[in-house]
């Protein structure tokens, strides 16, 4: 933050409605400079103010296409970094809170994964018969450390198309960090659990012997989303007794229980676009954030369509609720007034390898 930018104490206090019409006026004084990026998590009182929304690889597509000099990212931290990665170096991505991030992202850094490739070393030539495949919900580093060994990037939307992008190079592929999305991506695939094992970063060689890492086709990271774990079997179980001709949609950070137990399964885009495609009448049960499934059933209140939250516990992604109207204006009107605050910057080369595996994934996305 720069010396002379407005402190943020000044809007703590501020009520959201004040917020609101300071937002409005903010961005309205920046024009076409900025826009305000929104991932489908973010809470509504900031998602309402958002000119691009999506899910992560969406947001990828779209930070790499747009032109505006400032990106003002409502999400978490390595969704501001994939978008200051593939935008211009004229651009500037703005994170209104930095202590936005993602609690699977950090169950993954560049020190344990290297230490997981100099243990692979001891058993194969990891370079020769591993793909690093990073989900996006990863550091720069992490993409990095997947450019520097001809990996590449994933995202919910496209997880088994890298897969098979990965296994017509090698034979095996390290998967991190969410456990799930690997397993589930593994399982569509044909693969057998005991050809997708758990590794294990706290435990010598991730706990496995060196036949399980001969046999493995995917070496799935223990990793998971905070949110969705909170899904278990019986909430399906209890609404299709209630329910018995609704239907249940899962994302596939849920658990492979969750997911097998679901009538679909796939990314926030996919969720929004399956229920949005359904006939009218409908009854859902969706296992997804908690504020994407409230906006939802809003939208397709209309339609005579009901959806319900999976758990009967509140399930958000808190970190992402970080952001809220006040660092919004905050961040907002230093722009206006010519003051940068919260730049997100990735350094070189880090920046320039984690590129690589992105445009990677966005070419094999097509």
Sequence with gaps: MQANAIDFENYELLQDDVCARRIVAAKQKLGKR????????????VYCHADLTGDSLKLSYLAARTDTEFLVFCGVHFM???????????????????????SMADMANL???????????????????????????????LKAFCGQHDGIVCTS??????????????????????????????YKMGLSPDEMPVWDFDEPMGGLTPEQI?????????????????????????FRNQYPD?????????????????????????????IRAAKSGTR??????????????????AEGKIIQFMSPMVCMCSTMARIDPQHLAWSLENLAEGRVVNQIRVPEPQASLAKLTLEKMLEVSK
Aim: charged share 25%; glycine share 4%; net charge negative.
């Design 34 to 45: 900025a826009i305000i990026l929104a991932h489908h998590y973010q809470r509504a009182d």
């Design 80 to 102: 501001a970094e994939v978008a200051d990665i593939l935008s211009s170096s004229e651009q500037t991505v703005i994170l209104p809170d930095l202590s936005a991030g993602c």
């Design 111 to 141: 020190t344990k994964v290297e230490r997981v490739w100099r243990e692979l070393a001891e058993v194969l030539d990891p370079d020769e018969r591993v793909t690093p495949v990073t989900y996006i919900n990863s550091s720069a580093d």
């Design 157 to 186: 939307s496209n997880a088994v198309k890298i897969l098979q992008w990965a296994f017509s190079r090698r034979e095996k592929v390290l998967f991190f960090p969410d456990q799930h999305l690997g397993r589930w991506s593994g």
């Design 214 to 238: 001969e046999k493995a086709r995917i070496l799935l990271w223990k990793g998971h989303c905070s949110v969705h774990q909170m899904f278990q079997p019986q909430h399906i179980l209890r």
């Design 246 to 274: 609704g239907l249940v949609i899962s994302h596939p950070e849920c658990s492979f229980e969750v997911c097998k137990a679901s009538d679909y399964v796939g990314s926030t885009e996919y969720i929004i676009n399956t």
């Design 284 to 301: 859902w049960l969706v296992g997804t954030e908690l504020n994407l499934v409230g906006r939802i059933a809003e939208e397709f209140k």
